[in-house]
């Protein structure tokens, strides 16, 4: 993985001190995990609003076994 990029983040003293308490932590992993994380839980929100989206804007009377069904036996 090559990195290209820094970012600077802010954190309490408080937390700084204990962090540094934990020399053997990559803290840059931890950040790199968690902001994956993040970014991986608004994606999939987004996407879970795009699907009730068009599940709104569907017809409420089809329905997708029926539709299956028509297809299988029409190609028999």
Avoid: C
């Amino acid at each position: 993985m090559v990195y290209t990029s820094n970012v600077t983040i802010r954190v309490p003293e408080d937390l700084k001190r204990r962090m540094e308490e934990h020399r053997d932590v990559n803290w840059s992993e931890v950040a790199r995990s968690a902001f994956e994380e993040t970014i991986q839980r608004q994606e999939m929100r987004r996407a879970m609003e795009g699907i009730k989206a068009m599940r709104d804007r569907s017809d409420p009377d089809w329905d997708g076994a029926a539709e299956i069904r028509k297809w299988r036996d029409a190609a028999r």
